[in-house]
């Protein structure tokens, strides 16, 4: 099924784009054929580089301890399956075996007799097949339901793996996926999207006055208040450090400004308090923003440049303020 679609998709084949390929169709990676998904539904071209993108972000970056074991707990499932089927189609000749012999021996030798032993023989055998298929039903119940429990645990283990432990937001991983789908869905429709990058002002003091654990709660605060204002399609992770990303699809950079502009503007609003009766103040928190619009020619990396570009203007500009 991979190669064909490959073909249909004008994609090479080669190791790499056919593992993302194979993996898709074999459903093992529910994450890789989510993003795939949505690339098709956008009609969103495989170029070389979503192609690289998808290969680097979902299969080259997988632990090669899940791989073993879903490939080995996949394997027992389908030999499982594969045993109770057999014995099934086993039964099933059996009993038509049974009846072919049957109609012989009526035919050579009717009486009713006979016919009365035949019918006593043809309800047992039915009994036998009907009792084997409710032990093949519950069987296949168990196996069914083994293998929902494994594409549960793959789903979590790849929630886990897009998701940032602290924040419970998005990564950098998670991001890099998506901002690859908008660069790829501009590219092809125009469609605008605009991206922040945020960066929380003198985070250092926080750790070096506070320690740590401080530090972590005022990362989480700040993650608190970005997902508060964003919404819909908008996508925020936590890109690194105390740096975080917001990407807004179908935004132009006016209104991305406004969207920063709320966001600055609630977290400076509000106080954070710590220990264990909430009265001591950790003073103001703020953040510098950066707010750069997708450009035609643009890739991840440029963009992403430019807002890095617009956050540094902002944070030379006295911090706790704006730029695009």
């Known amino acids: 099924m991979a190669v064909p679609q490959m073909s249909a998709l004008h994609i090479p084949v080669t190791p790499e784009n056919y593992a993302i390929w194979y993996q898709y169709y074999a459903e093992t990676n529910l994450d890789l054929k989510r993003a795939i998904d949505g690339l098709i539904a956008n009609k969103v071209e495989f170029t070389a580089a979503v192609n690289q993108g998808?290969?680097?972000?979902?299969?080259?970056?997988?632990?090669?301890?899940?791989?073993?074991?879903?490939?080995?707990?996949?394997?027992?499932?389908?030999?499982?399956?594969?045993?109770?089927?057999?014995?099934?189609?086993s039964g099933t000749s059996d009993f038509s075996s049974s009846l072919h012999s049957l109609n012989e021996?009526?035919?050579?030798?009717?009486?009713?007799?006979?016919?009365?032993?035949?019918?006593?023989?043809?309800?047992?055998?039915?009994?036998?097949?009907?009792?084997?298929?409710?032990l093949m039903k519950a069987d296949i119940d168990s196996l069914g339901n083994e293998l929902t429990t494994l594409k549960d645990e793959m789903t979590s283990l790849s929630k886990v793996a897009m998701t940032d432990e602290l924040?419970?937001?998005?990564?950098?991983?998670?991001?890099?996926?998506?901002?690859?789908?908008?660069?790829?869905?501009?590219?092809?429709?125009?469609?605008?999207?605009?991206?922040?990058?945020?960066?929380i002002d003198f985070f250092k003091k926080f750790n070096d006055t506070y320690g740590h654990l401080v530090g972590d709660k005022v990362l989480a605060f700040v993650a608190f208040a970005l997902k508060q204002t964003v919404k819909g399609n908008d996508f925020v992770a936590r890109y690194g450090g105390e740096e975080f990303v917001i990407l807004l699809p179908n935004t132009e950079l006016q209104d991305a400004l406004t969207v920063a502009e709320q966001i600055k503007n609630r977290i400076a609003d509000k106080q954070l308090t710590i220990g264990k009766e909430k009265?001591?103040?950790?003073?103001?928190?703020?953040?510098?923003?950066?707010?750069?619009?997708?450009?035609?020619?643009?890739?991840?990396?440029?963009?992403?440049?430019?807002?890095?570009e617009m956050l540094y203007q902002a944070k030379s500009s006295g911090r706790n303020c704006v730029k695009g």
Not at 54 to 69: A, G, H, K, R
Not at 292 to 299: L, Q, V
């Open 279 to 308: 009265k001591q103040h950790l003073g103001k928190i703020t953040v510098s923003i950066g707010a750069a619009e997708i450009h035609p020619g643009d890739d991840s990396d440029t963009w992403l440049s430019r807002a890095d």
């Open 54 to 89: 998808l290969y680097n972000n979902f299969i080259q970056e997988q632990s090669p301890e899940v791989i073993d074991n879903v490939q080995i707990e996949t394997k027992l499932l389908i030999n499982s399956l594969y045993s109770k089927i057999s014995q099934l189609s």
């Open 167 to 199: 924040t419970s937001l998005n990564n950098r991983r998670a991001y890099e996926v998506f901002v690859l789908e908008q660069v790829s869905l501009f590219s092809h429709s125009n469609i605008p999207c605009c991206l922040l990058m945020i960066d």
């Open 105 to 134: 021996e009526l035919q050579s030798n009717p009486s009713s007799q006979l016919l009365n032993e035949l019918i006593v023989n043809i309800s047992f055998e039915v009994e036998k097949v009907l009792l084997n298929n409710d």
